[in-house]
């Protein structure tokens, strides 16, 4: 949706390219931690990517094709530049659960488990023991999905709507969630695209009748039908 006529071909090429500075035959001679230390200095030295100051809004931070361009992007599109560089030297990298041990925000440094817990301690607002389901490798699936709802994020505190729809559609068909059709269907509103939003926002009332929101929606629905009624007459 983003660029249609985006050339896949030239990306897989570049990762390649990327991969072939690598001397194949010393890297395959390394220990686990010595290939980590090697695609590091490849990724954020060589090649030079890193991660921006900070998240400004520019949006191109969340895609990965601007990312390769730009050499700089968000923890995902990094991430996934780790995994396709890895996977073309025979090193398996995946991501983990909700957590990455590879931390591409921080020029790929390895963090070990209590590093992890001592990092995100501060966010949780409390000391945290890292569970088994966070350790658990994510699926092609689970990682683009990440990348979506990442990007329905930045949409959502940026008021970009009609890209939120578009986000919302991928959403709503890799995980089933009708949830998100509420989301679709108020970006639709704020979008001005009203008949779409309408039928988003009934379906959603329909199905979540016991929604703590559910009464505010079934308001929003209210008036939008008599702003549609209004228009038409």
Wanted: net charge negative; aromatic share 6%; hydrophobic share 40%.
């Amino acid at each position: 949706d983003q660029d249609p006529g985006l050339d896949l071909q030239h990306y897989q090429t570049k990762f390649d390219q990327f991969a072939a500075l690598v001397n194949e035959a010393d890297f395959s001679e390394q220990s686990d931690s010595e290939k980590i230390a090697t695609l590091a200095e490849l990724i954020h030295g060589t090649l030079g990517f890193s991660a921006p100051d900070q998240l400004t809004e520019d949006v191109r931070h969340h895609y990965l094709k601007d990312t390769i361009d730009r050499r700089e992007g968000a923890a995902i599109p990094l991430a996934i530049i780790w995994m396709a560089i890895g996977r073309r030297l025979n090193l398996c990298i995946k991501g983990i659960g909700q957590l990455h041990f590879i931390d591409p925000l921080r020029g790929g440094h390895h963090l070990t488990d209590e590093q992890v817990e001592q990092l995100l301690s501060p966010f949780a607002g409390k000391a945290l023991k890292l569970q088994p389901d966070q350790l658990a490798p994510c699926s092609t699936k689970d990682v683009v999905i990440r990348s979506l709802r990442s990007l329905h994020e930045f949409c959502q505190t940026r008021y970009d709507h009609l890209r939120g729809m578009m986000v919302c559609d991928r959403l709503i068909h890799l995980t089933g969630d009708t949830h998100l059709r509420r989301d679709r269907g108020l970006h639709a509103l704020r979008a001005n695209a009203l008949a779409v939003a309408l039928d988003d926002l009934q379906a959603y009332a329909s199905e979540f009748d016991t929604a703590a929101d559910v009464e505010e929606v079934k308001q929003i629905i209210t008036r939008l039908q008599f702003q549609m009624s209004t228009e038409s007459s």
